[in-house]
């Protein structure tokens, strides 16, 4: 079974930078498809990004690309969420979740299609 846990996560100003990480198995991290989805209150879970961290596979939602970026640790058998010039409406619980379907499918943009799940974390960014 897949079972991620996350780290990362506070409070931090508009403009700040976070990093956020998922702990997977290196099995995981290599035959498996990687996302970040996020979640505020009263809004559904969007999908932030997703990648295949053996390559080449990444894409972005329009409201993050540019500012978030992906990253991955074999060694450590960790995926990171890098987030730059953070916003208010970035404010959410950030979840990492991964899934054995191709990370090119469209249907992954819904998070229903992803079937593993981290615990999720809050961020939090004021102005």
């Known amino acids: 079974q897949v079972q991620p846990v996350q780290y990362g996560g506070g409070s931090l100003q508009t403009g700040g930078s976070l990093r956020l990480a998922c702990v997977v198995s290196v099995d995981t991290l290599s035959g498996f498809c990687i996302g970040w989805f996020r979640q505020a209150p009263g809004k559904e879970r969007e999908m932030v990004a997703r990648?295949?961290?053996?390559?080449?596979?990444?894409t972005y939602s329009d409201s993050v690309r540019g500012r978030f970026s992906l990253d991955r640790d074999f060694e450590k058998q960790t995926v990171y969420l890098q987030m730059d010039n953070l916003e208010p409406e970035d404010t959410a619980i950030y979840y990492c979740a991964a899934t054995r379907l191709d990370c090119t499918d469209t249907t992954l943009t819904l998070a229903q299609s992803w079937d593993n799940w981290g615990q999720g974390t809050q961020v939090t960014v004021s102005s």
């Open positions: 990648f295949l961290p053996a390559g080449p596979f990444s």
